[in-house]
C-alpha cells in the first residue's frame, strides 16, 4: 500500500512461521508431561492463549472429558457460553455443520429475572439453558457465578451435560466455583484452576477439541 514507511524492525512476518515457533517454545518450556497426547494438545492451545506456560500446572482434566467433549460435537450438540466473548472467539469453521453456538446473557427478560433473583446477569442467563442443558458443551470463561448456577441447575434438574470448561476469571467466587465444579466427578470438565482464567483460554479450549475432532474424522 502507498503511503507507509517501511519501519527498522526485524521481526517474523510470516504467519505460518510464527504460528509453528509460538507452538515450539509452548513444547519446550511447559511441563506437558502429566498429561494425556489429546489432553497435551488442549493444554498446549490454553497456554498459546494467555502466553504463560506456568498455567500448565493449573489444567485439570476429568478422565475422558476431551473425549467427551469430542463426541458432542460430532453429534451436533449445542455451545452454550456465559458470555459473547467466548462464543465470539470459538471458531466456527470448525465446528460440524449445525453445531449452535449460544448466548443467552442479552436474551429479552435475562436483565429482570437477575434482579428478581438478586444475583448477576451471568447468572441469570443460565437458566434460559434449562431445556439444552443435556448433551451440550457449557463453556464459562468469565463469571464464577454462572458457573454456580450451572451446578445448581445440574443438581436440581438432574440435567447431564457432555462437558463443561469452567475457567472463569477473577478474584471472587473464581477459586470457589471451579473448585465446587472439580467436586461435581459426575461431570466432565476441563478447569483452569486458580484465580486465572478467561474468555480467549475458555475458547481455545473449545477450538483445540473441535481441530482434534476434525483431525480424527
Not at 458457573?147 to 475457567?167: I, K, T
Request: charge should be negative; proline fraction near 4%.
Amino acid at each position: 500500500m502507498s503511503g507507509f514507511i517501511e519501519r527498522p524492525y526485524d521481526y517474523l512476518r510470516n504467519p505460518e512461521a510464527i504460528y509453528a515457533r509460538s507452538f515450539e517454545t509452548i513444547r519446550m518450556e511447559a511441563d506437558l508431561s502429566r498429561f494425556t497426547a489429546e489432553e497435551a494438545d488442549v493444554a498446549t492451545r490454553i497456554i498459546h492463549a494467555c502466553g504463560m506456560v506456568d498455567i500448565a500446572a493449573d489444567v485439570g482434566f476429568t478422565p475422558g472429558a476431551v473425549a467427551a467433549g469430542m463426541q458432542a460435537m460430532r453429534a451436533g450438540r449445542a455451545i452454550l457460553c456465559d458470555v459473547q466473548m467466548v462464543a465470539r472467539g470459538i471458531i466456527q469453521r470448525l465446528l460440524p455443520p449445525g453445531v449452535d453456538i449460544a448466548c443467552t446473557l442479552d436474551d429479552a427478560g435475562v436483565a429482570d429475572h437477575a434482579q428478581a433473583l438478586q444475583t448477576t446477569r451471568s447468572a441469570a442467563a443460565v437458566d434460559l439453558w434449562a431445556n439444552r442443558i443435556d448433551g451440550a458443551i457449557l463453556v464459562f470463561g468469565n463469571a464464577p457465578t454462572a458457573l454456580f448456577r450451572l451446578l445448581e441447575c445440574v443438581s436440581q434438574a438432574g440435567a447431564q451435560p457432555a462437558l463443561v470448561v469452567g475457567m472463569p476469571v477473577g478474584f471472587v467466587g473464581a477459586v470457589e466455583s471451579k473448585q465446587a465444579l472439580a467436586e461435581r466427578h459426575e461431570l466432565a470438565s476441563i478447569i483452569v484452576h486458580g484465580r486465572r482464567g478467561g474468555s480467549a483460554m475458555a475458547a481455545a479450549t473449545v477450538n483445540a477439541i473441535a481441530i482434534l475432532s476434525r483431525a480424527a474424522s
